[in-house]
Structure formats: structure tokens, C-alpha cells
């Protein structure tokens, strides 16, 4: 088959799509998003009628996913490490019911946290399930695994989780491609209780996963993706997870003189673990993200041996692992061939010229530092969590998806006045929606501001749930009809804003304001387009 030339996430989406993918399931998440982007953008997608839209959120998306996978098909979920955390609910239950098609979950985690709010590493979700994992160390890989790990599903009978990292998502490398597969045929389960985790069910099937485990650690130690090489030098053993295998040979590129097991595929294969143990004085860690592979060494080994790695400093407790700190790690000198000139410094991001957030916040902060001094402004995650920084300073909080109201609520209970929620459209109908119902079921003081420029824009401008609809979706929850007010946020408008802000900050009860003005970057590549 023909070489191409792909970014990581563009490898997992053409294996889906080679392997006889009918369905794929995700929200737009950094770096996860160009997966399901790929799969839009390709032919096949359409030609085959590919599921290919985008979900409220990870748990809708975990969810159907299972349910075609309930039907004998082969699904891809996407999401970054936090979305996780929100289709965890499914994603662990998912490893009870098992699957009848194949099913890979792709984590995207982001060491570092380039675009997020922190550095969790989805292999405990894995490892927490009891399910099989992948983790490549290059895109040929991230291909392969997925292009085969359809099958190894169905063979197993679970989901598998493949977890990648921001490095691998957005580098290139050239991908070999393998035959294109049909799409599987609608079968259903034999056992028609599989998917009903009713708890007499539940304990049959979990015990059914547990006596997999020997399997599928069996299955790791017979991984091509698991790979043990010998070294002339038994000071050290080097384990090298995913990404944290090419750091190692960028400073080995004639050859590693320690014995090396490199890890692709989990739970950890024991027998070349031990091996490893028998034959080194101690043992080295290379894992990007948390240690979680050190951790279990250090649980199970018991033998005496010093594993060393993020724990005990060898290596940075947080960030991303690199080839200068891989080098550091097994005492190799640093040289370093370009310094970065003084000139060059961090730019931190900004709204974009022209952002009806901007115009949202001018007006926002003025009226409540002028009028309500005991103001405080919760917001949450989007382009508008710019609001922090200069020249707005104007939010005091950001911590989860929909957090927003919910805090702000919280807030209004304990006797905050104004408590005041910034939200976004996609975040809103992503997971806001429920705590607008709390608001309105305890009639909470607050004022919601869902920041409407009818796109997900912080991840690209992928299509929104909410476009068109959150009147109706706010109305529906129960907030009163006159105290939903859309405004255009543009300078002209500033008075009339700044009275609507007012006279819903001074109503005793729920109320929703909705700055509407359509992203000026999608805006920009419609006229383009033109």
C-alpha cells in the first residue's frame, strides 16, 4: 500500500477508516480533534456513510460508540486526558459489558498541559478498568495498532484503550498503509443479557474480566509492540514507554549499550520485566506523563532492585519527557548546539481582534467594578478563560467543563452578590445544561452569561450543539422566558448591554443572558471560502 506522510492523529484516523470503521464518536478536545476532523474530511467517510458528527460531550459520545458496537460494529470514541474524566461513567462499565464489535477509546493526553488544566495520564483509566492499552512510540505504530486493534477487541471481547500524547498527536512521519477492510455486518450478542449490568449480571461479568487478566497480560508479553533488546551493559535496564522509546534512541542512534524493554501494549508484560530485573543492577523508567509504570515496578518487584525515573528525581516530576531529559537521565553530557535569543519571549495567548468575548467583557467587568463591588465572576473552558489575563483580569475562576454555573451557584447559596457565570455555547450544552436545572430548581441568585459565537471555537471551529437553540434549551429547563436576553455584543450596543446586565444582576433569580456574535475566525474563513 502507499506511504503517506501523517500527522499522529491522522494515522489513528486512517487505520479506523482502513480497518472498516462504521462509526466515529467524539467532542473537540486538543490534541485529540483532528482525528474525527480526518475522518469528516475523507471521501470514504460519505461514500461508506461513516458516522463522523460531533457529540454533546465524551459521555454521549462513550455511549453510542458502545451502542454500535452493541450492534456488531466497529467504533473509534476520541477525546483528550479531562474528557476522560467525563465519559469515565461508560468507559469503566464498558469494560463489564464487554463489546460484540470492535471499540478503541483514543486518549489524548497532554503533558505539559499546552491546552489544559492538568497532566493526567489516562493509563490509570485503563489500568483502572482492567482492560488492554496501547501506547505508540511513532505514528507506523499508532496506525498499526489501531488497524489491527479492531480484531484484537472482537478476539478479547473489551474495549481497548490507546493513549497518546501531544508529541506524537501533532508530529508527522511517513505511515505505511495496510488493505482496506469492509465494514462489519449488523450481529448482535449471543447473550442477550451482555449489556443489562442489572448486579447479579454485573458480578458474572465482572468476575468473567478478572479471569481475562492472565490473557491479556500473556498477550502483552507476546506483543510485537513490547520488544526486549539486549545490552552489553547491566548497570542499568531501561524500560521505555510509547513516545519515551524515541527519546531514548535519538540518544542512541547506532544502538543502545543497556538492555532495553520498550512498551507499547499493557498490562506489563511480566516475563520481560523480569528478565530485565535478573539481568540489571537497577532499573530506569521512561515514561511521558505520570509514573505509572514506576510505580508499579516499585509495588510489585519486591525484589530489592532501585527502579529510578520520575519518583526519585531522575527525571522531572511534571512536563513532558524530552530527549535532553532522557540524556541527563542515563548520564549523558548536554550539549546544547543553539540557545534561544533573548529577544524571543512567551507570548501569552489572547482573544483575537474583533472577539465578541472582548466586547462581552468590556462591558461585564465595567458595569460590576463600577455598581457591585463584591462581585465574582466564575467562568470555565474556552477562548473566553482569556478573560483572566490583560487587559480583563476578569473572571476569578476556571477549573472544570460547566463548572461555571455550578460554582457560581455554590457561591450565591453561601451568600455571594452578584455571583455571575461566563459560559460558552459549546460548553454550555456540553455539560452546563445540568446545573442550570440545579439554578433553577433551588431558584439560585445568579446570572449566567453564555458567551454564544456559534462554533467550538477554541478547538478549531467544529460545529456547535447548541447553535440555533439555546433560547429553547434554557426555556425548556425551566428559566423564565423574560429573563433569557440576547444581546449583540458590539461598541454601538455597549449601553444597552450594560442595562440588560443590570436589570438581570438585580432580578432575585435564575437569569440567562446570551451575548450573540459569530466567531470571527469562522467568519473570516466563510468570506474566504466565498
Not at 138 to 151: L, P, S
Not at 154 to 168: F, K
Not at 456 to 466: E, K, L
Amino acid at each position: 500500500m502507499s506511504k503517506q506522510l501523517l500527522l499522529g492523529d491522522e494515522a489513528i484516523a486512517q487505520a479506523a477508516l482502513d480497518a472498516g470503521l462504521s462509526g466515529v464518536y467524539a467532542y473537540p478536545g486538543t490534541p485529540s480533534t483532528e482525528i474525527t476532523e480526518y475522518i469528516q474530511a475523507a471521501p470514504v467517510t460519505a461514500a461508506r456513510n461513516i458516522h463522523s458528527h460531533w457529540c454533546s460531550n465524551e459521555k454521549t459520545a462513550m455511549e453510542a460508540a458502545l451502542g454500535m458496537s452493541f450492534a456488531g460494529k466497529r467504533s473509534l470514541v476520541c477525546m483528550k486526558h479531562v474528557g476522560m474524566n467525563v465519559a469515565a461513567d461508560c468507559f469503566v462499565n464498558s469494560a463489564i459489558t464487554g463489546v460484540k464489535g470492535g471499540m478503541i477509546v483514543v486518549a489524548a493526553d497532554d503533558p505539559s498541559m499546552h491546552s489544559s488544566q492538568n497532566e493526567q495520564d489516562s493509563r490509570f483509566y485503563g489500568d483502572f478498568a482492567l482492560i488492554p492499552m496501547y501506547e505508540p512510540s511513532n505514528q507506523q505504530e499508532a496506525y498499526d495498532m489501531v488497524y489491527n486493534g479492531f480484531k484484537f477487541s472482537e478476539q478479547t471481547g473489551e474495549p481497548i484503550l490507546l493513549r497518546i500524547v501531544t508529541r506524537l498527536a501533532h508530529s508527522r512521519s511517513g505511515v505505511e498503509r495496510r488493505g482496506e477492510q469492509p465494514q462489519n455486518t449488523l450481529a448482535f450478542s449471543e447473550d442477550p443479557r451482555q449489556f443489562i449490568l442489572l448486579p447479579g449480571n454485573a458480578r458474572k461479568r465482572y468476575k468473567a474480566l478478572l479471569q481475562q487478566q492472565e490473557a491479556f497480560i500473556h498477550a502483552s508479553e507476546t506483543s510485537p509492540y513490547n520488544r526486549y533488546t539486549e545490552g552489553s551493559n547491566k548497570k542499568i535496564g531501561i524500560v521505555a514507554c510509547g513516545i519515551g522509546y524515541n527519546y531514548l534512541m535519538e540518544n542512541y542512534p547506532e544502538g543502545c549499550e543497556y538492555p532495553v524493554l520498550k512498551i507499547g501494549q499493557y498490562p506489563l508484560p511480566k516475563k520481560q520485566l523480569m528478565t530485565l530485573v535478573e539481568e540489571c543492577d537497577e532499573i530506569l523508567v521512561l515514561e511521558d506523563g505520570q509514573p505509572f509504570v514506576e510505580k508499579q515496578l516499585k509495588g510489585y518487584l519486591g525484589l530489592g532492585v532501585h527502579v529510578k525515573g520520575r519518583l526519585d528525581g531522575t527525571l522531572p516530576t511534571d512536563g513532558e519527557l524530552t530527549p535532553d531529559s532522557v540524556a541527563r537521565a542515563i548520564g549523558k553530557e548536554n550539549v546544547a548546539t543553539f540557545s534561544i535569543p533573548s529577544l524571543v519571549e512567551m507570548r501569552p495567548p489572547a482573544l483575537c481582534d474583533g472577539c465578541g468575548h472582548r466586547d462581552m467583557y468590556t462591558v461585564l467587568t465595567q458595569v460590576l467594578r463600577e455598581e457591585y463591588p463584591d462581585y465574582k465572576v466564575f467562568s470555565d473552558i474556552g477562548c473566553y478563560t482569556l478573560g483572566a489575563n490583560a487587559p480583563f483580569h476578569a473572571i476569578n475562576s476556571c477549573v472544570d467543563m460547566g463548572a461555571s454555573i455550578t460554582m457560581a451557584k455554590g457561591a450565591s447559596d453561601s451568600g455571594v452578590y452578584p455571583a455571575v457565570a461566563v459560559i460558552g455555547d459549546s460548553t454550555f450544552t456540553h455539560s452546563g445544561m445540568t446545573g442550570l436545572l440545579d439554578c433553577v430548581n433551588e431558584n439560585a441568585n445568579v446570572t449566567i452569561v453564555i458567551s454564544d459565537n456559534e462554533t467550538t471555537a477554541m478547538t478549531g471551529g467544529q460545529d456547535s450543539a447548541g447553535t440555533g437553540r439555546l433560547e429553547s434549551i434554557c426555556a425548556g429547563i425551566g428559566v423564565e422566558p423574560e429573563h433569557i436576553r440576547v444581546v449583540v455584543p458590539l461598541k454601538k450596543n455597549y449601553e444597552e448591554m450594560k442595562q440588560v446586565i443590570r436589570e438581570e444582576i438585580n432580578y432575585k433569580g435564575v437569569s440567562v443572558i446570551i451575548p450573540r456574535r459569530e466567531c470571527i475566525q469562522t467568519l473570516a474563513r466563510k468570506k474566504r471560502n466565498k
